[in-house]
């Protein structure tokens, strides 16, 4: 079965500051990726996926992630943060053909003004 | 856009009472949609695949005859909890596999809190 690992329960930065949050999966075969934020008191919101092409992929508001298949990994990354980043960053992994997700267990992110 | 909606966003309910949430696609048809549950400080996950005309498929240690699951139109699953108890108290969440700009993807309800007490 597939699992999804986010190596950092907690990331506190300060404004202005580069954010690079680590994703790596376990599935050897073609995999889609994708990274959600969660903002306080709101619903899941997909950020950026990525199915093929480019393994560049730019999501929303100003993030990307870089899939690299020989490290099994999907880092999610962003230049300069904003206080309004603040919320819980979720990796996933497609399993099956139907889109089911296998989430990560999560990356709180708090920005400091 | 495609929108999945759930509804209520928030209930409590008395332990040993039943409480049904609804989730909706609102502009496509989704055969299969999928519920999951966050404890908190912890990750989703998935509880059952509910499928369009059929029983739901439920993941291992989920009990299908406490979580009810409907799926009687295409644009509409409900997820029954049955005889709840405080230690269901989560955070309860749909989704459906749509097709967005970019092709395929997963949208998400807005999740319902679950409190029961």
Request: proline share 3%.
């Given at each position: 079965?597939?699992?999804?690992?986010?190596?950092?329960?907690?990331?506190?930065?300060?404004?202005?500051?580069?954010?690079?949050l680590g994703c790596n999966y376990s599935y050897g075969g073609t995999v889609n990726l994708f990274w959600y934020v969660q903002y306080p008191g709101q619903h899941?919101?997909?950020?950026?996926?990525?199915?093929?092409?480019?393994?560049?992929?730019?999501?929303?508001?100003?993030?990307?992630?870089?899939?690299?298949?020989?490290?099994?990994s999907f880092n999610l990354r962003k230049p300069s943060v904003q206080w309004s980043d603040t919320a819980e960053y979720f990796?996933?992994?497609f399993e099956g053909s139907q889109g089911n997700l296998i989430f990560g267990k999560g990356t709180k992110l708090s920005v400091k003004p | 856009g495609a929108v999945v909606s759930q509804h209520p966003s928030r209930v409590i309910c008395k332990s040993g009472t039943s409480v049904k949430i609804e989730c909706r696609s609102l502009d496509f048809q989704a055969t299969t949609?999928?519920?999951y549950r966050q404890f908190p400080k912890q990750s989703l996950m998935l509880m059952a695949t509910s499928n369009e005309g059929s029983k739901a498929t439920y993941e291992q240690g989920v009990e299908k005859d406490k979580f009810l699951i409907n799926h009687a139109s295409l644009t509409l699953s409900t997820l029954t909890v049955t005889s709840a108890h405080p230690e269901d108290s989560s955070f309860y969440i749909?989704?459906?596999?749509?097709?967005?700009v970019s092709g395929n993807t997963i949208y998400f309800g807005e999740g319902s809190w679950l409190t029961v007490v």
């Open positions: 079965a597939q699992s999804v690992s986010q190596h950092n329960h907690h990331v506190i930065l300060s404004e202005a500051a580069s954010l690079e899941l919101q997909l950020l950026l996926k990525y199915f093929s092409g480019d393994p560049l992929v730019k999501g929303i508001k100003g993030f990307e992630a870089e899939f690299i298949k020989s490290k099994f990796c996933a992994v | 949609m999928f519920w749909c989704s459906a596999p749509g097709l967005g």
